[in-house]
Nanobody, 115 residues
Framework: QVQLVESGGGLVQPGGSLRLSCAAS????????MFWVRQAPGKGLEWVAN????????YYPDSVKGRFTISRDDAKNTLYLQMNSLKPDDTAIYYC????????RGQGTQVTVSS
């Protein structure tokens, strides 16, 4: 059973940085592509980043490309999202998941970008 627990969110000023973590259990983490998705207030789920099994390939939408970096540590069954140059539009609940529809996501972690 897929279990994902996100952490690391918080309140940050525009231009600031945060690093999100996602602890995975209950499945063979190392053979899965992994995703970060987010949901802003009043909006649907939005794909933010994904990484291939092994971490050799990463993908981002234009909205976060160059600012966000996804990575994984298969030895620790943990997924990361380094977010730099944060903007108010990045305010959302962030989830990790096993696809871009948010499958298996946990409770999420709130990221608020505000001065």
């Amino acid at each position: 059973q897929v279990q994902l627990v996100e952490s690391g969110g918080g309140l940050v000023q525009p231009g600031g940085s945060l690093r999100l973590s996602c602890a995975a259990s209950g499945f063979a983490f190392n053979i899965y592509a992994m995703f970060w998705v987010r949901q802003a207030p009043g909006k649907g789920l939005e794909w933010v980043a994904n990484i291939s099994p092994g971490g050799g390939r990463t993908y981002y939408p234009d909205s976060v490309k160059g600012r966000f970096t996804i990575s994984r540590d298969d030895a620790k069954n943990t997924l990361y999202l380094q977010m730099n140059s944060l903007k108010p539009d990045d305010t959302a609940i962030y989830y990790c998941s096993i696809d871009d529809h948010g499958t298996g996501r946990g409770q999420g972690t709130q990221v608020t970008v505000s001065s």
